[in-house]
């Protein structure tokens, strides 16, 4: 009993992780009670969700995959041209 309930609680680290990226926290509790060590170290792997960047005014860039500005004309990592962002509404 008291291992299911360590399992239980394990489950909220990988949890909140991803959460903080965007992730959904029931699916990430539910691989995490079942799968800690490797859903620990998926967790903090995991890349930021897109929505999640856009949020705070940020985005991947489509060429080297690294994170810039939402407003930027070019990446400051690979220097290529980026397309501009469709606004949302």
């Known amino acids: 009993m008291e291992l299911f309930i360590l399992m239980l609680l394990l489950g909220l680290f990988p949890a909140a992780i991803a959460l903080g990226k965007g992730r959904n926290f029931l699916l990430w ?21 897109e929505r999640n960047l856009v949020f705070f005014g ?8 690294l994170i810039i500005d939402v407003d930027a004309t070019r990446c400051e ?8 962002v469709k606004p949302t509404e």
């Open 29 to 49: 509790w539910f691989y995490g009670f079942a799968l800690f060590p490797f859903a620990i170290f998926h967790a903090i792997a995991a890349k930021p969700a």
């Open 58 to 65: 940020r985005r991947y860039c489509p060429h080297c995959e």
């Open 77 to 84: 990592h690979c220097q290529q041209e980026v397309p501009p």
